[in-house]
């Protein structure tokens, strides 16, 4: 495959000596990448991967962008089996693959763990686990033209797990209790499946054979095999390994595989609650502020002002361990891999002690300090992995790459940003802007500002939804919270919430929204869809921040005068 498969036109945007038309071309390059012609779609990322290396920062950077947003994605990224009976036969998990056609064209599956199979069908991942040791801390990995993606596949054997059996529901269903559930949270349902009729007899032809083989080779190539499976509909299925019967396994009539199945409860398809519940209280540091989980959803990070010290939480014990720092943490995020945990910082008299601490997160300890200007807020890391520092007192945000954490960009706001979120999939980042009662909307190809959107008085916070579609925002001074279509720019609202809304967040299913009213010690929830409030939680003393887990079954909330932190039961 080589660049001749583009347009003409395109080809001369991206070779134009003009920095701005190559900055279009990339823009053609990234919507010939989406495309159904899957030739020019390789091509367009071709050319991308090599504008990377443009002279021009802002073109590198939007070729690098652009690879992203085309490339192949699973959602979630990582499935936990749990703790199983020993004698469970299999288990089976749903991936999506997302991404242009380019994703599933011609991709190919591997695993690697013990007992664990996958089948690539369209868009459907399915991954499949033989219990066949103690543990499994394995990954399936799609790759193809569209670059390649892995899930992360962890679970446990148990030698004796109880099971309490229940009525047998209808059609045929057994159901029984006390399994633990997603990433060790709770009881679980497992659910039995009945066998299923035998399958009609088929005869294929000698003609239709010679098809499916061919196909085999085209598709996948050595080591790549083709099911046909019973009861879906016609689509393409790459298996990472055959999934014949190994020699333990037990065999039903006609040959078929035992049919018990238990289906897993993945995070990304947890079901957030329009009325969440407090699950704990968790005494931290001084004044709680900034909160931050990290990817797996294991650690909670808390910058509590006035004492110099980061809280870390161990999620599943709850215990609480501290790293010291130079100055103040106010904000904190972690890196998209969760390998490092940066914190803003800066001293109460808001001129002096302005940074970002740079913290390992194994090893619990500041590597680095990076220099900013004067009073960096709520700081977030974007989809290239970029960190965004809002630069509170001057009016802009500084951008320091990902990596190297060279600043390499400074983007001048409306004043003053107080929190940025991001839309990968639309390329825009957007930004809280205090004192000037707008949110600005920036193009993070070009790191320009592209327009602002009046919302509602003193804008605190904002979040987006995991998809991307959804913008919300608290107005401080207003009462009120505002939502956003991160597509089409239009407001909804303002919606009424409690007294001096500080801080927001999204569900992970991005059914609900969550406000955090520091006036009147509580957190609103909202449907993202009507805006209308569906419940009020009461929290701590002050509360000032809130954080939503990836994996969507808690949330927490840092209460600056009770000095702890609140966890919320937000999803099931």
């Known amino acids: 495959m080589s660049e001749d498969q583009l347009p003409p036109s395109a080809l001369a945007e991206i070779g134009s000596p003009i920095r701005e038309t190559r900055l279009s071309g990339v823009e053609t390059l990234a919507r010939l990448a989406w495309g159904a012609d899957l030739e020019t779609a390789s091509a367009a990322r071709l050319a991308l991967q090599r504008m990377m290396d443009d002279d021009s920062r802002s073109v590198s950077a939007a070729a690098a962008t652009a690879l992203e947003q085309t490339a192949v994605r699973l959602d979630p990224e990582r499935v936990d089996f749990g703790v199983v009976a020993a004698e469970t036969p ?201 909160l931050a989980i990290s990817p797996d959803s294991r650690t909670v990070y808390v910058a509590n002002q006035n004492s110099h010290v980061l809280s870390i939480m161990d999620v599943p014990s709850r215990k609480v361990t501290s790293v010291t720092l130079r100055n103040n943490p106010r904000f904190a995020t972690t890196s998209r891999d969760g390998r490092l945990v940066f914190v803003s910082m800066y001293e109460n008299d808001k001129r002096t002690g302005s ?135 239009r407001r909804s609202g303002p919606y009424q919430v409690g007294r001096e809304p500080q801080s927001v967040g999204v569900s992970a299913d991005g059914r609900h929204a969550y406000v955090v009213n520091e006036g009147d010690n509580t957190v609103s929830v909202l449907n993202t869809t009507t805006g209308v409030a569906t419940a009020t939680v009461k929290v701590g003393g002050s509360p000032r921040s809130i954080t939503v887990a990836p994996d969507g079954r808690f949330a927490y909330v840092s209460n600056g005068k009770d000095h702890t932190i609140t966890v919320l039961r937000v999803g099931e």
Request: aromatic letters at 4%; proline letters at 10%.
């Open 90 to 290: 299999r288990l089976v998990a749903d991936v999506r693959v997302e991404g242009p056609p380019l994703a599933v064209a011609g991709a190919t599956v591997t695993v690697s763990g013990p007992g664990l199979r996958a089948m690539l069908t369209d868009r459907q991942l399915r991954i499949m686990w033989l219990p066949r040791s103690d543990w499994l801390d394995g990954s399936v990995t799609v790759r193809g033209p569209a670059g390649w993606a892995e899930v992360r596949v962890t679970g446990q054997v148990a030698a004796t797990v109880p099971l309490e059996r229940v009525p047998a529901e209808a059609g045929g269903l057994r159901t029984y209790d006390g399994v633990s559930g997603y990433g060790g949270y709770g009881p679980a349902r497992v659910t039995v499946l009945p066998p299923p009729p035998p399958p009609p007899r088929r005869q294929i032809g000698t003609t239709v054979l010679v098809a499916i083989l061919t196909t085999l080779v085209v598709l996948g190539g050595a080591g790549v095999a083709m099911a046909l499976l019973n009861d879906t509909s016609p689509g393409r299925n790459v298996a990472a390994e055959p999934t014949a019967p190994e020699a333990n396994e037990e065999i039903g009539p006609a040959g078929s595989l035992a049919p018990q199945v238990t289906r897993v409860p993945l995070g990304a398809r947890v079901k957030s609650l329009a009325a969440p519940t407090v699950a704990g209280t968790v005494r931290v540091g001084t004044e709680p502020e900034g």
């Open 355 to 489: 940074g970002v601490a740079v913290v390992d997160a194994r090893t619990k300890k500041v590597v680095r300090y990076l220099q900013t200007g004067l009073q960096p807020y709520t700081l977030s890391v974007g989809p290239d992995g970029n960190l965004w520092v809002p630069i509170h007192s001057e009016g802009r945000v500084e951008v320091f790459k990902a990596g190297s954490l060279e600043r390499t960009g400074n983007i001048t706001l409306p004043p003053n940003p107080h929190a940025v979120g991001f839309s990968a999939d639309l390329g825009r980042a957007f930004s809280a802007n205090h004192e000037s009662n707008l949110v600005s909307v920036i193009d993070m190809r070009t790191n320009k500002l592209v327009t602002t959107i009046p919302v509602s008085r003193a804008p605190h916070s904002i979040a987006v939804s995991p998809d991307g579609r959804v913008v919300l925002v608290a107005g401080y001074e207003a009462n009120t919270a505002d939502l956003i279509d991160a597509n089409t720019l």
